[in-house]
């Protein structure tokens, strides 16, 4: 497969058949805002707001160099915002005040 049509053919996370780094599986304790996040996924696909098949698409989308440096849970979040953005349901401007709003909390506690 030509270097071209392996870039438009391949998804960022479609590895099969290339030559990589073995993975690394490492166990490790979910951290607060991992948990909150893998429950909003749920959340959100309960209520029928975003489903698995447009979580995985949001994530595909994000194209191979932030899926390459993006963590599990960070891709997670990056895709939620962005298909609520594109769905009307939260604007950038909205999301950007209520970090600022945790951020000041942060700060007080």
């Known amino acids: 497969m030509t270097a ?11 590895l099969g058949g290339q030559s990589t780094d073995p993975i690394q599986r490492v166990d490790h304790v979910l951290e607060p ?3 909150r996040c893998h429950a909003l996924a749920d959340v959100l696909d309960f209520h029928k707001i975003i ?3 447009e979580k995985r698409c949001g994530v595909e989308t994000l194209g191979a160099e932030m899926v390459g440096k993006l ?4 891709r997670w979040i990056v895709t939620f915002a ?8 939260l604007t950038p401007t909205e ?6 709003q945790i951020e000041a909390q942060r700060h007080h506690d």
């Open 82 to 89: 962005n298909i609520l953005f594109r769905k009307g349901i």
């Open 33 to 35: 805002w991992e948990k």
């Open 95 to 100: 999301l950007a005040l209520k970090m600022q």
């Open 4 to 14: 071209t049509r392996n870039l438009v053919e391949r998804l960022p996370n479609d």
């Open 51 to 53: 489903n698995t098949e």
């Open 71 to 74: 963590t599990y849970y960070e």
